[in-house]
């Protein structure tokens, strides 16, 4: 399946979760993540599967005012 | 200060100084400059994670641990309600239950002033999902009261454009929104240097919040200990009251007994 993460297109395997993408992509420290605009909290992580479409944004905190 | 606590939100801190952490040349200047300001609430903002960077690479939260400060998530760079409230949302998740934000909808690039109406509705839906709202405003007494009322934890209206360094443009108005204020009142954007965090805690502001006359300065680390000094002063002198002005001249001196 195909979804977007932070705007760049990712080809993933079917039944992967959203605790497979973060692992796959090496970004389990400090982040935050939405799917289609909506919050997917930590704890659903693993529970969680992606869609074909999917939009996924991953945050972090960076210096700012 | 001890004995003269800035209260946000039920909690109290000694600083009145709150700084961002934008701007600066690297993590170690970061730490260094928010150190030497003593600032206990420092500003972050929200960006997409660069997939495929260095996964151990340090993260600002590692150099400025929540543990030691109160991170204040900024919705900065937000043009809109909607993507103010994913920001924090998104805040609350990273942060694990996090309320307190700072929230910062902008109506253009070039002033970066607020869209006031955004801001209002986006400061509704934030505080009906039960976030504790610190809101960057411009220096509108009509718009200060409203967000007040509407539950914003802190207002905090801007002395000058974000980043411009121009100082305290509109005493008078801030004055009236400080006169009539139910919440803290902080100067968010326009500080350039010391003497203008002195001036707004002398017109009475409980705190002051700045950025880029921190880091932009020559020496961060030293200007970061300066603007400690001067909100400390400033607000040492407002408690204190100032003398009346007068249009003449007053001697400090007796005036009996000199020599004739």
Redesign the interface.
Known sequence: MRVT????THSLPDETTVEDLTRH??????????IN?E?V??SRWTAHPLREGDAI????????? | MAGDPLVIAGRSYTSRLLVGTGKYQDLEQTRDAIEASGAEIVTVALRRTNIGQDPDAPNLLDVLSPDDYTILPNTAGCYSAEDAIRVCRLARELLGGHRLVKLEVLGDKRTLYPDVAQTLSAAETLIAEDFEVMVYTNDDPITAKRLAEIGCVAVMPLAAPIGSGRGIRNPDNLKIILEEATTPILVDAGVGIASDAAIAMELGCDGVLMNTAIAEAGDPVQMARAMCLAVEAGRLAWRSGRMPERRFASSSSPTEGTLT
Not at chain 1, 5 to 8: Q, Y
């Open positions: 993460v932070n705007g760049e992509l090496h970004v389990e420290g400090r982040i935050a993540l939405e605009r919050v909290p930590r944004e991953i945050v972090r905190a960076i210096g700012g005012g």
